[in-house]
């Protein structure tokens, strides 16, 4: 039981790319569904949040207007469209599912809350070169 980050690889800055957070043993659609972010030597960082419904998002202030979280719940899968990427946003970007608590801002992308979620896969490494 899972959720596997898909989707990331080598892109030039300004360029695009859409992740995947696809389910395995179980459904989404009863998970509010975070995106995380590591890049190396740094510590795990909150990317963006999304509902069940999918009503609601979250992003982080350094993603905002150009980061887009969707879900289709039919097809049992998390999207994180990015686009205008720099290089910053090289990291290794992991999908959880919020299994304790509500989803808010907090829970989303503040430090300590990490534990709240649970179903981590290996997570898809996302490069950004100038």
């Known amino acids: 039981v899972q959720l596997q980050a898909s989707g990331g690889g080598m892109v030039q800055a300004g360029g695009s790319l859409r992740l995947s957070c696809e389910a395995s043993?179980?459904?989404?659609?009863?998970?509010?569904i975070g995106w995380f972010r590591q890049a190396s030597g740094k510590e795990r960082e909150g990317v963006s949040c999304i509902s069940i419904s999918g009503s609601d998002t979250y992003y982080a202030e350094s993603v905002k207007g150009r980061f887009t979280n969707s879900r289709d719940n039919a097809k049992n899968t998390v999207y994180l469209q990015m686009n205008s990427l720099r290089n910053e946003d090289t990291a290794v970007y992991y999908c959880a599912a919020l299994t304790i608590g509500v989803l808010n801002d907090a829970t989303c992308l503040g430090i300590g809350w990490q534990d709240w979620y649970s179903y981590w896969g290996q997570g898809t490494l996302v490069t950004v070169s100038s």
């Open positions: 043993g179980f459904t989404l659609d009863s998970y509010a």
